[in-house]
């Protein structure tokens, strides 16, 4: 069975940092782009960072962009996104995802149950 | 970035009855769209790729069809189960990846 388990959401004060990680098991990791989606309190999906097979190609939506770093550790099958610098506009439920397709970026699918990261003071 | 927007952003609808959701992209997508379905509390779940390809284990019921800037999920025969929050999203200009806003499915 595919399945994807984030950790490492939590309260975070603004200006401060946090890593989650996403575990990945059921599938070959090393063929599948993998992504971090977001989702604010009541709002809806919004993309945030993807990075390929092995490494070395990342796209971030732009309010991420020099505050977020994906990265992945194929050894590991694990998915991570470094945060730093988070405003209260960063508070989501973080889900990590697949891409649907092997290769390629498309869809995502499946997806994680999601980790809840709160910036406030 | 192409824009997508989700009209209704409320359906109500009776069980037993069909919902249509639309969903429209600032420019051609081609047949590049997904379609997902959110429970509350829950995370989204892929039904529909390629426009109107039906991932492992949706039922029939649910069905996609458009191409271009015009999509269309149609629910023939709404379940209690089928109540949720509805999903289009992009995948042919990239990055970024982008959704629509959401239709909610509710019980009329």
């Known amino acids: 069975e595919v399945q994807l388990v984030e950790s490492g959401g939590g309260l975070v004060q603004p200006g401060g940092s946090l890593r989650l990680s996403c575990a990945a098991s059921?599938?070959?990791?090393?063929?599948?782009?993998m992504s971090w989606v977001r989702q604010a309190p009541g709002k809806g999906l919004e993309w945030v960072a993807i990075?390929?097979?092995?490494?070395?190609?990342?796209y971030y939506v732009d309010s991420v962009k020099g505050r977020f770093t994906i990265s992945r550790d194929n050894a590991k099958n694990s998915l991570y996104l470094q945060m730093n610098s988070l405003t209260a506009e960063d508070t989501a439920v973080y889900y990590c995802?697949?891409?649907?397709?092997?290769?390629?970026?498309?869809?995502?699918?499946?997806w994680g149950q999601g980790t809840l990261v709160t910036v406030s003071a | 970035e192409i824009v997508m927007t989700q009209s209704p952003a409320t359906l109500s609808v009776s069980p037993g009855e069909r919902a249509t959701l639309s969903c429209r992209a600032s420019?051609?997508?081609?047949?590049?769209l997904a379609w997902y379905q959110q429970k509350r509390g829950q995370a989204p779940r892929l039904l529909i790729y390629?426009?109107?390809i039906r991932a492992t284990g949706i039922p029939a019921r649910f069905s996609g069809s458009g191409s271009g800037t015009e999509f269309t999920l149609t629910i023939s025969i709404l379940q209690s189960e089928d109540f949720a929050v509805y999903y289009c999203?992009?995948?042919?200009?990239?990055?970024?990846?982008?959704f629509g806003q959401g239709t909610k499915v509710e019980i009329k």
């Open positions: 995802a697949r891409d649907g397709e092997s290769g390629s970026p498309s869809w995502f699918d499946p």
């Open positions: 059921g599938f070959t990791f090393t063929t599948y782009y």
């Open positions: 990075i390929n097979q092995h490494g070395g190609e990342e």
């Open positions: 420019q051609s997508v081609s047949s590049n």
């Open positions: 390629h426009a109107s």
């Open positions: 999203q992009q995948y042919n200009n990239w990055p970024p990846w982008t």
